[in-house]
């Protein structure tokens, strides 16, 4: 293998071994990454490793030198790089401290006073979200908004009013302390300490004319320490329960909508006087309380509407119950329906009866309100017009002893719209009454013309004396009874267009050849389509009679 000089191939075999080292070093150094290497490095190497084995095994020293070049030139370019590259920053050193000293910030010291009145608002927070699970909740958070402000502002009294927006009132829903009334006392009222404090704390304003209701309309707080000056003010007399010293006025709005809901009031006795310190004082805790009012009545609307969502499911339930399941038999008649119920709403119903020979009783009622207390009167009104409608007495009479029955008889709205039809075949007559806003129409096959037979009359549960008024006509087969309520032809399509009276009866009066229950059906089907996904906002009901 080695000619006499090979021992002069030692060195070859040294460098390829260094070379073979070299490689594994850079091979290790690339795989834990602790610096960086070009894989031209691992090139070159590797070419110095072959350029010794082939020149140990091929001696030439043509073939040495021309590897041992290209070895080199491989790895030039990697040179030049590190040679000519954008430098590096010179890396300090000097030992660097492990603690870092960071710039002294410098916070001006909260006063002892300012951290308690946050804690104050902080608690009314907290009462708010008590307030959820009970039923003082609400009145427990008023006397602490109340005996809080008190305290922050060395008030002898303090009342807190809140707005009812129904009644346009004012009314006094917290009070504590000694509050002389700002405000013109009763004729009637002794002027003593306990009957005016108590007339005060159950006292209920109008948003003008007084100093509650105009600082709630104004919207502005107020600090009054000269009451005798003030016009809005009265003092009532020369005891001294009655002497005014200093007030505090602050208005409540719902945050979020600036809606004043309620107002808190500051009061001292004569001789001291609100600094505005105190004034500051008590708008901070105001607007503690106006977030913590919030919470509450956002709350209590959510759980009322709730309540009320329940409730007109069980009455919508109970509605479907009176509605007829079976028809009786319809002597000489063609009858058609259809009823939609709103959700909440509980307004409409119908009902036929045949007990007597001489006719048939067709009856559509649409009752006033929501909810269970419309399905009350709906009841009451269903059982009266069924019994009185098994007597002789007319559509009107029978009309007109309901009414009296319900009027005063509940303490709630309970006015009702009614139709009341009868109908006698021997001698194709029908003989009705109506109250309030369902309407009865007559289609006369032979003039092919719809004609209203009803007149405007008040609703049942108006007016106790009321008296309704029978009409009566003739019929011949083909001719058709229209009645329904008011939610149908009120029912609005996505451009707020009303779905109308004429609507209706141009379906009637193009399909009069159908039958009451094809005309209900065509109406059901139109009035669907005209409204589509749009939401409804009251029961809808129709009734087709067709005289056969």
């Known amino acids: 293998m080695f000619n006499s000089d090979a021992i002069a191939y030692l060195p070859l075999l040294g460098t390829a071994i260094l070379a073979t080292i070299l490689f594994i070093?850079?091979?290790?150094?690339?795989?834990?990454?602790?610096?960086?290497?070009?894989?031209?490095?691992?090139l070159s190497v590797l070419i110095l490793i072959f350029d010794c084995i082939y020149t140990i095994f091929n001696p030439g020293i043509s073939n040495f030198v021309f590897l041992l070049i290209l070895a080199t030139a491989v790895f030039i370019p990697y040179l030049v790089m590190l040679a000519f590259g954008k430098p590096k920053k010179e890396v300090s050193e000097e030992p660097v401290d492990e603690e870092i000293k960071k710039p002294e910030i410098i916070v001006e010291d909260i006063k002892p006073d300012e951290v308690n009145l946050i804690e104050k608002g902080r608690s009314f927070v907290i009462l708010a979200s008590d307030s959820f699970g009970s039923k003082e909740g609400m009145q427990n958070l008023l006397d602490s908004i109340n005996k809080t402000c008190m305290e922050i502002t060395n008030a002898d009294g303090g009342a807190v009013l809140m707005v009812d927006d129904f009644e346009d009132s004012i009314n006094v829903k917290s009070f504590l302390g000694v509050f002389p009334p700002p405000y013109k006392l009763p004729a009637e009222l002794?002027?003593?300490?306990?009957?005016?404090?108590?007339?005060?704390?159950?006292a209920t304003f109008a948003l003008r004319d007084?100093?509650?209701?105009?600082?709630?309309?104004s919207g502005k707080p107020e600090i009054i320490n000269s009451p005798k000056d003030d016009p809005r003010i009265t003092e009532n007399g020369p005891e001294d329960f009655l002497k005014l010293g200093s007030f505090i006025f602050i208005p409540i709005r719902l945050r979020g909508r600036g809606i004043v809901i309620g107002l808190i009031a500051l009061s001292k006795n004569p001789g001291k006087k609100f600094t505005q310190k105190e004034f500051d004082w008590a708008l901070t805790l105001a607007g503690f309380a106006e977030s913590a009012l919030k919470t509450t009545i956002s709350f209590q609307v959510y759980n009322e509407k709730n309540e009320i969502s329940k409730e007109s499911k069980i009455?919508?339930?109970?509605?479907?119950?009176?509605?007829?399941?079976?028809?009786?038999?319809l002597q000489g008649l063609s009858f058609g329906s259809f009823t939609m119920h709103t959700e909440g709403v509980c307004s409409d119903a119908f009902d036929v009866l045949s007990v007597r020979q001489d006719r048939t009783s067709v009856i559509?009622?649409?009752?006033?309100?929501?909810?269970?207390?419309s399905f009350l009167v709906m009841s009451m009104l269903r059982s009266m017009i069924r019994l009185l409608v098994n007597t002789p007495q007319p559509a009107g009479t029978i009309l007109s002893l309901a009414n009296r029955e319900i009027c005063g008889e509940i303490n709630f709205e309970h006015f009702a719209s009614v139709a009341l039809i009868n109908y006698n075949d021997a001698k194709k007559t029908v003989q009705f009454s109506s109250a309030g806003t369902t309407p009865v129409f007559l289609y006369n096959a032979q003039n092919q013309t719809i004609e209203r037979k009803s007149l405007a009359s008040e609703?049942?549960?108006?007016e106790k004396t009321t008296s309704y008024k029978d009409i009566q006509f003739t019929v011949s087969p083909g001719d058709i009874i229209i009645t329904y309520t008011d939610g149908l032809v009120e029912a609005l399509d996505a451009s707020g267009k009303q779905y109308s009276l004429n609507r209706l009866l141009n379906i009637v009066k193009t399909n009069s050849k159908s039958s009451g229950k094809q005309i209900a059906d065509l109406v059901k089907a139109d009035m669907k389509k005209f409204v589509g996904s749009e939401l409804l906002h009251d029961d809808q009901t129709l009734l087709a009679v067709k005289i056969q």
């Open 364 to 373: 559509l009622m649409d009752v006033a309100g929501k909810g269970t207390n």
């Open 459 to 462: 609703p049942l549960g108006v």
């Open 25 to 42: 070093f850079l091979a290790v150094i690339k795989t834990r990454k602790t610096a960086k290497v070009s894989y031209l490095s691992f």
């Open 315 to 329: 009455a919508e339930n109970l509605q479907n119950v009176l509605l007829p399941k079976k028809l009786p038999p």
């Open 210 to 217: 007084n100093i509650f209701g105009e600082i709630a309309s």
């Open 190 to 202: 002794p002027h003593k300490e306990l009957r005016v404090s108590t007339s005060f704390k159950f």
